[in-house]
């Protein structure tokens, strides 16, 4: 990540930070709440980003980590007691990892549109599983009574029931998944994975293991997904069946395709977009989704790179002409996909990935 993409990141998140600060009508408690359930869907979003825009998986079937790690948390949570952040928060991720190693085991020897249908299966085998189980709830769902406590040494880190605290810890986690899928999209790992989007059967060619590379970025987008559900279960003290449902993860598709393909920065402005539109919409009319619907074919038509393609275009048209046409590098992470898109630019990868 470059010195400006950095700064950039950093002051978008020290602008966020104020929201719980500013007066009112602004920083109020409703607002706060949106602001915390944006940062819950901005790692759902990046997680499935991870996925989609760089390692060419579409799966519909994300939503099954999402929300099964919700129900770790509340099935580990004492009913009469606040539960161990830190263990509530690792068993989740956790939880969701290992169900994405199950699945993710099973299905890569697939490929497109069979990949699509046997993930979008396996999600909706454990939401009929989680939804016709009594010791799951069944449909009703079940409560988390206390929110967890995240200790250091005896001292409180964070305070969860009070909403700016909470606001605060959603966006810096939001500010590691971010952090650390860039580090691992600049890492060999990560130029594997835009390599196998590009070209898989050359990447095997090359003598790399295209099947354990795409199980690897499945388990870490699904490990991601368990911190955004454990944060969704913790901010509404409760869980259901509908969290795993497929329409759950066409949502966090649809958040990857409003802010763009291969770009971290579009995944984080495609959920707030989807978030904030969603809850003005609702607002307006019950039958919100014809609006939504056309507001999405729209931005499709106008920009179909999405919203950070759109920023992307717009930087370029602005820059000099010797500037707009020369071979740029990779600013930040979430950029790469986009670039490499260019044939010289993917020629250059694949020898990367020849090269080990």
């Known amino acids: 990540m470059k010195h400006s993409t950095f700064w950039a990141w950093t002051a978008a998140f020290a602008a966020l930070a104020s929201l719980p600060l500013l007066p009112e009508p602004i920083g109020t408690p409703f607002h706060v709440e949106l602001g915390a359930k944006v940062a819950i869907m901005a790692i759902f979003a990046a997680s499935l980003q991870l ?4 390692t060419g998986l579409v799966s519909l079937g994300h939503a099954a980590f999402f929300g099964f790690a919700g129900y770790v948390v509340a099935l580990l949570a004492p009913e009469s007691d606040v539960g161990n952040g830190w263990l509530l928060l690792g068993a989740a991720a956790g939880a969701a990892a290992l169900l994405a190693a199950v699945i993710g085991a099973l299905v890569m020897r697939t490929r497109g549109i069979y990949f699509i249908m046997v993930t979008l299966a396996f999600a909706q085998l454990v939401y009929f599983v989680v939804h016709d189980t009594d010791y799951f709830g069944g449909s009703d ?11 250091l040494a005896g001292w409180r880190f964070v ?3 009070q ?7 959603t966006l810096a986690m939001l500010a590691l998944t971010v952090a650390a899928l860039s580090l691992v999209l600049r890492s060999r790992l990560g130029h594997a994975f835009i390599g196998i989007k590009h ?3 050359r990447m095997r060619a090359a003598g790399y293991a295209t099947v354990a590379y795409k199980l690897a970025s499945f388990v870490i987008g699904g490990a991601l997904a368990g911190v955004a559900g454990f ?6 003290g409760y869980v259901n069946p509908e969290l795993l449902s497929w329409h759950k993860s066409g949502d966090a598709l649809l958040m990857v395709i409003l802010g763009g393909l ?6 984080v402005m495609g959920a707030a977009t989807f978030v904030l539109l969603a809850e003005w919409f609702q607002g307006l009319t019950k039958h919100w989704q014809l609006l939504m619907g056309g507001f999405i074919i729209g931005l499709v038509v106008l920009l179909p790179q999405g919203i ?3 920023f992307t275009r717009l930087k370029q048209r602005r820059s000099p002409p010797v500037a707009r046409h020369a071979p740029a590098a990779a600013d930040e992470a979430g950029d790469i996909s986009l670039r490499s898109s260019n044939p010289d630019a993917s020629r250059a990868l694949l020898h990367h990935a020849e090269t080990p």
Request: no cysteine; aromatic share 24%.
């Open 159 to 161: 305070d969860l029931e």
């Open 262 to 267: 291969g770009s971290l920065a579009g995944a």
């Open 163 to 169: 909403p700016g605290q909470f606001y605060w810890f």
């Open 141 to 151: 769902g079940t409560y988390i009574y206390f929110k967890p406590a995240f200790t």
């Open 51 to 54: 996925l989609v825009g760089y």
């Open 308 to 310: 950070a393609g759109g």
């Open 231 to 236: 944060l969704y279960a913790v901010q509404h």
């Open 199 to 201: 070209n898989e059967q």
